[in-house]
C-alpha cells in the first residue's frame, strides 16, 4: 500500500498558476502509475493528468493540454502538477492517485489509492 499526501492548493486569480506536489510513502513509489484526478462541486471526478512508471510517458485531459504539466521525481517520492493559465473552470479540489498497473489510466475508477485531496480555487 502506498501513502499520498497533496499539498500547493490555494486561491489563485484567472491567468495565474499553481504547482501541486504530492509527496508518497509506503511501497516503492516507481511502481506505480501516478495520476491527478479533479472533483468540481456537483459534479463526477475527471482524469486531469497521468503519468508512466519511469516518467517517461504522460496523458492529459484535452482541458488541460498546453496548460498543465505533469512530472515525478522518483528519488524524492513526489508527482507534481504545475498548472499555468488557470480558468474559474479549474476550480476543483485536485487527488493525486496512484495506479498499480502499467498503462496510465484515463478513468478515475482505475487508480488504487488516492490522497485526501488540495482545494485548488481560481477567481475570475
Known amino acids: 500500500q502506498v501513502q499520498l499526501v497533496e499539498s500547493g492548493g490555494g486561491l489563485v486569480q484567472a491567468g495565474g498558476s499553481l504547482r501541486l506536489s504530492c509527496a508518497a510513502s509506503?511501497?516503492?513509489?516507481?511502481?506505480?502509475?501516478m495520476g491527478w484526478i479533479r472533483q468540481a462541486p456537483g459534479k463526477e471526478r475527471e482524469f486531469v493528468a497521468g503519468?508512466?512508471?519511469?516518467?517517461?510517458?504522460?496523458r492529459y485531459a484535452d482541458s488541460v493540454k498546453g496548460r498543465f504539466t505533469i512530472s515525478r521525481d522518483n528519488a524524492k517520492n513526489t508527482v507534481y502538477l504545475q498548472m499555468n493559465s488557470l480558468k474559474p473552470e479549474d476550480t476543483a479540489v485536485y487527488y493525486c492517485?496512484?495506479?498499480?498497473?502499467?498503462?496510465?489510466?484515463?478513468?478515475?475508477?482505475?487508480?488504487?489509492?488516492w490522497g485526501q485531496g488540495t482545494q485548488v480555487t481560481v477567481s475570475s
Open positions: 503519468i508512466s512508471r519511469s516518467g517517461s510517458y504522460t
Open positions: 492517485a496512484a495506479d498499480q498497473s502499467y498503462t496510465i489510466a484515463t478513468s478515475a475508477t482505475a487508480y488504487d489509492y
Open positions: 509506503g511501497r516503492t513509489f516507481s511502481n506505480y502509475v
